[in-house]
């Protein structure tokens, strides 16, 4: 059983960085095809992908946030890190980890955000509030 779990700061200030890091335990965070996202939900507004690293290390960004976003992993803990820039209050957000099987898939950097619902394992979430 796969299981994912985010931890981070719950209270960050306008226009300092995000670092959120998932770990993943029952399963590597190496192995073929998967890959793992970092997705978003503000209150009262829809899922937002922000991004995802791959099994073989890649990485895969929102062009809405890629300016201010940078996933990494460290394979030795089975963990991968979102790092969020320059945050504001409209960062405020539940953040999510999660996995997908793109096994099947033509194109990740398309497949990645508009397949969420494809996604099988996700982390329970932790808020984020941007505040002074």
């Known amino acids: 059983q796969v299981q994912l779990q985010e931890s981070g700061p719950g209270l960050v200030k306008p226009s300092q960085a995000l670092s959120l890091t998932c770990t993943v335990s029952g399963g590597s965070i190496t192995t073929k095809y998967y890959y793992w996202s970092w997705i978003r939900q503000p209150p009262g507004k829809g899922l937002e992908w922000m991004g995802a690293?791959?099994?073989?290390?890649?990485?895969y960004y929102s062009q809405s946030l890629k300016s201010r976003t940078s996933i990494s992993r460290d394979t030795s803990k089975n963990q991968f890190t979102l790092q969020l820039s320059s945050v504001t209050p409209e960062d405020t957000a539940v953040y999510y980890c999660a996995r997908v099987d793109g096994s099947t898939w033509y194109d990740p950097e398309v497949d990645l955000g508009n397949r969420v619902n494809e996604y099988d394992y996700w982390g329970q979430g932790t808020q984020v509030t941007v505040s002074s």
């Open positions: 690293i791959a099994f073989s290390g890649m990485t």
